[in-house]
């Protein structure tokens, strides 16, 4: 980030934030500066004490493995001075060899006392065996083989291999070539009597007789227990984890029982300890570790100890964490002084921010009190004066408002009613040019009912019920003028009769499906007005069998009744309705409305609307 940009940066920061990060530089780069020395010298010091330490711990674990082997190999010497382990080896290498002569040749008599025989062998070595498993801790199991791979031992707790034939191949390429001196084998994988996988490593040795001619082979198991004590200590003071590997880079022995009898010959760890003792670093699995190792001089196999640095260092995290804390508690103190002093600079001009919100979400009710007369008292009264000329602006406009619908209601009250009056004289006059009798009084009765409900009070709101009343009135004057010509049919629940809706909605619908859409060719007009409930819904369907609208000019008509004027071609045909509609649009401002308008030619138009329903409307049916 250049300069450019972080001044920036800061500059666009609250004032209280600008005061807190400088302060805080000013306060922790000191402190942080001291912490950190503090906690390098302290992370040295406890890292150098810790493999000074671990190292002595490698050396004694090793001391421990040889003296261990070292017993192992003593072990394995037994038999040498055992007659009883001789004999009996002899004796099983004769027997074995006769048997093996006397399968090869047909009708030899079969060796008597067969089975006594064995069993007399397998005494006499495997109770040997019982002895030296005896002598000292630490020996899994011992077996004895003769010359023909026959095996004897004695089962121990832990069990014993099932692949004894694969070990014994093994174990006697790895003494061929020895002159009865004891060899030892890595760590192997095995399966025991007990159904469970086992490893071990092997001190194997060659049985002589007093001639010195080789008679068998001895096999000494280790117990993996012993190790894993030692082991485990060592991984428990240096939070490690811990290995053991032979000069070939074969594992002897893992604590996580993980690579056990693998090779690690292209590992990193062994190919880096490739001195006596000593550390180094390395990273493993993503984690940096410590590696300290150490060698056997008697049979150079390595214990290599690898320690997490976060775990190295954790008392050192420690002594960081505390001192951390001890500064962010000082640096707070400081902050907290500062906060105070910061707030009572920036809280009035904050109030004077969420106040400004309120205005833009359109609460003008809203006053700055001003306590001091400096520079954010001297805003806030300009901020007050701003406000008071917003509203009376605001208040003066809607006034404006009120009146313009106002009016637009009045010319449109006032263009409704002249154009109904003056169809209504014209039936009366014909009627009575015609008829000279009772007819004509009862039209003036008709049309004086027409005519104080339709100039009453603007503003008066009615019952759907008195709509439907006047329609009714409406209809029967025209059959007046038209005998029968008309036939009024009226479908709606008694409930929706309370409806409140203003004047003249239905009878201008009606009116103008009167004298623009009536068939000539049919005798009498069908003028049907159904009204249903739809949720919070009211729906007012008028519908005619009238001669209905070709398609041009229903289109027109629909889009007339969206505009404010009326379309060229209109005529008259579309009066009442924009008039209606715009009676209905100016009411219903703020609540739903619709108009629609369906019409074929030659069957006729239906007009739906569709208003609001109020609270209250409808209790009736609810309650049923």
Same mark, same amino acid.
């Given at each position: ?227 894993e004590d030692g082991i485990r200590e060592l991984d428990a003071v240096t939070k490690g984890s811990s290995f053991i590997v032979d000069e070939e880079g074969m594992v002897v022995y893992d604590s996580n029982s993980a690579i056990m009898a693998t ?79 910061? !707030? ?135 059959? !007046? ?115 629609a308008i369906n019409s074929r030619p030659g069957e006729g138009t239906v007009i739906t609307l569709r208003l609001p329903l109020y609270d209250g409307v409808g209790e009736e049916e609810d309650k049923a």
């Amino acid at each position: 980030m250049s300069l450019k940009a972080a001044g920036a940066f800061f500059g666009n920061l609250r004032m209280e934030r600008k005061l807190f990060l400088v302060f805080l530089l000013l306060t922790a780069l000191p402190l942080t500066f001291i912490g950190y020395i503090t906690y390098n010298n302290y992370s040295r010091s406890l890292e150098e004490k810790t493999i000074l330490f671990s190292t002595n711990m490698l050396d004694s674990m090793m001391i421990r493995i040889d003296d261990y082997i070292e017993d192992m190999v003593r072990i394995s010497s037994v038999p040498a001075y055992q007659d009883e382990i001789r004999q009996n080896l002899m004796r099983s290498n004769r027997y074995y060899e006769q048997r093996g002569m006397s399968d090869g040749q047909s009708g030899s008599e079969s060796i008597p006392d067969e089975f006594n025989l064995l069993l007399s062998i397998q005494r006499g070595i495997e109770g040997n065996i019982s002895f030296i498993n005896g002598i000292k801790r630490g020996a899994n199991s011992v077996y004895i083989f003769d010359q023909y791979g026959n095996v004897y031992y004695a089962a121990s707790s832990v069990g014993v291999r099932l692949n004894l034939k694969d070990s014994y191949r093994l174990w006697l390429d790895s003494a061929e070539d020895s002159s009865g001196e004891a060899r030892l084998i890595s760590t192997q994988r095995y399966i025991s009597n007990l159904q469970s996988e086992k490893h071990a490593f092997t001190v194997v040795r060659k049985i002589f007789d007093k001639s010195l001619r080789p008679i068998g082979l001895i096999a000494v198991d280790a117990n993996m227990s012993v190790i894993e004590d030692g082991i485990r200590e060592l991984d428990a003071v240096t939070k490690g984890s811990s290995f053991i590997v032979d000069e070939e880079g074969m594992v002897v022995y893992d604590s996580n029982s993980a690579i056990m009898a693998t090779s690690m010959s292209q590992d990193y760890a062994f190919r880096m300890a490739a001195g006596e003792k000593g550390s180094f670093y390395g990273e493993k699995d993503g984690v940096k570790r410590l590696y300290m190792y150490s060698t056997s001089p008697n049979t150079k196999w390595k214990v290599i100890t690898s320690i997490p640095v976060s775990e190295l260092t954790r008392d050192a995290v420690l002594v960081r964490n505390v001192t951390w804390a001890a500064m962010i508690v000082t640096l707070l103190v400081a902050m907290l002084i500062s906060f105070f002093m910061a !707030y009572a600079l920036t809280n009035p001009l904050r109030k004077l921010m969420r106040l400004m919100k309120s205005v833009r979400e359109g609460d003008l009710d809203v006053q700055f009190q001003v306590k001091y007369r400096d520079e954010i008292g001297q805003l806030g009264n300009q901020f007050n004066r701003m406000i008071g000329h917003i509203g009376q602006l605001i208040r003066d406009i809607y006034h404006m408002e009120t009146k313009k619908k106002e009016a637009e209601l009045q010319a449109l009250q006032n263009q409704i009613n002249p154009h109904f009056m003056y169809n209504t004289l014209e039936s009366i006059r014909m009627t009575a040019e015609v008829n000279d009798d009772q007819d004509a009084a009862d039209m003036l009765e008709i049309l004086g009912k027409l005519l104080r409900y339709g100039i009453s009070d603007l503003h008066e709101e009615v019952t759907l019920g008195d709509e439907v009343h006047h329609v009714r009135n409406y209809v029967q004057l025209l059959n !007046y003028r038209y005998p029968g010509r008309f036939r009024l049919t009226i479908d709606i629940p008694p409930e929706l009769l309370h409806y409140p809706v203003i004047k003249l909605v239905l009878q201008p619908i009606v009116e103008n499906a009167v004298y623009h859409g009536m068939d000539p060719e049919k005798p009498i007009m069908i003028i049907g007005i159904d009204g249903r409930r739809d949720g919070q819904v009211v729906v007012l369907t008028m519908s005619d069998d009238g001669i209905g609208m070709e398609r041009e000019r229903l289109d027109a008509l629909k889009t007339g009744l969206q505009g404010e004027r009326s379309p060229e071609g209109w005529g008259s045909g579309g009066i009442g309705l924009r008039n209606v509609n715009e009676r209905l649009k100016l009411h219903y401002e703020r609540g739903y409305y619709e108009m629609a308008i369906n019409s074929r030619p030659g069957e006729g138009t239906v007009i739906t609307l569709r208003l609001p329903l109020y609270d209250g409307v409808g209790e009736e049916e609810d309650k049923a």
